[in-house]
């Protein structure tokens, strides 16, 4: 997987946010670092947030956010 350093940045936040609330990995295993310049245009990368967790069993929605590659976050 391919991101660039903002991107990396966005989604250390998400997972910090996430972690306890998402019962699958939000993590890549293994990915690599490309400058902004070079990071392909208009593509962004998507995570799934949420969703049944067996810790609180809270129940929770499931949302997708996008991370564009200047770090910015959408749903």
């Keep these: 997987m391919q991101l660039t350093?903002?991107?990396?940045?966005?989604?250390?936040?998400?997972y910090q946010r996430w972690q306890n609330k998402t019962p699958h990995a939000i993590m890549p295993e293994e990915f690599e670092i490309v400058p902004y310049e070079e990071y392909r245009k208009g593509d962004y990368i998507g995570v799934?947030?949420?969703?049944h967790n067996d810790v609180d069993n809270t129940g929770l929605g499931?949302?997708?956010l996008g991370?564009?590659?200047?770090?910015?976050?959408?749903?």
């Design 62 to 64: 499931q949302m997708f």
């Design 5 to 14: 350093r903002a991107q990396l940045d966005a989604l250390y936040d998400i």
């Design 67 to 75: 991370i564009e590659s200047d770090g910015y976050i959408h749903s």
């Design 48 to 51: 799934w947030v949420g969703g």
